[in-house]
């Protein structure tokens, strides 16, 4: 799924600690949307007495600017120094992916949101007529859901319970944050 970002200051560039529920924007929503639905998908499993599901979620977060990507979580600090050497590929399944593009793990909607304003803090910023700290590029937030489950399988009546098999479910969000000239 891709999801449009359109509001002046979002996508890291502008962060409120203290903000009422209706306030809260589009990622901490669709986050914590994530993250209650594993602990309800694990918890269905636990009260069938079925094996609960595992979940891996990754984070990265990119930016494009003067035709550049770079790696705004990278554990080196590079996007600081905005080098920007990295290379869009297609592997052989068809999955669009940045070679050399850092991953961080997160296990709840918290470390997230601080992945978020890790990576908004090497944001390209400049100062316009509407925003103070308004981004001049493009930037990518994307989240990939790893799941593992034991498959379905129908019982066929009179065979012994067959071993459990597992299937393996990948699904990818992408936040995208596109720079506008903001002139009137």
Do not use: W
Not at 3 to 21: A, D, K, P
Not at 94 to 108: H, L, P
């Amino acid at each position: 799924a891709v999801v449009s970002t359109q509001s002046t200051g979002t996508m890291g560039t502008q962060f409120y600690e203290c903000i009422r529920e209706q306030q809260r924007g589009l990622i901490p929503r669709a986050v914590d949307h994530l993250f209650n639905q594993i602990l309800e998908r694990k918890q269905e499993a636990q009260e069938a007495s079925l094996m609960p599901p595992e979940f891996k979620v990754e984070a990265q977060f990119m930016e494009l600017y003067n035709e550049e990507i770079l790696d705004l979580l990278s554990p080196s600090g590079e996007a600081k120094g905005k080098k920007g050497n990295l290379k869009i590929h297609e592997d052989a399944n068809g999955e669009i992916y940045v070679d050399g593009m850092s991953k961080q793990t997160v296990t709840n909607s918290q470390e997230v949101l601080n992945c978020l304003k890790q990576g908004a803090l090497c944001r390209t910023t400049a100062s316009t007529e509407m925003n103070a700290v308004s981004s001049r590029s493009h930037a990518l937030f994307c989240l990939k859901i790893h799941q593992t489950r034991v498959a379905k399988a129908e019982k066929v009546e009179g065979e012994e319970d067959a071993p459990a098999e597992f299937e393996n479910l990948t699904a990818k969000l992408v936040f995208v944050d596109l720079a506008g000239s903001e002139r009137l």
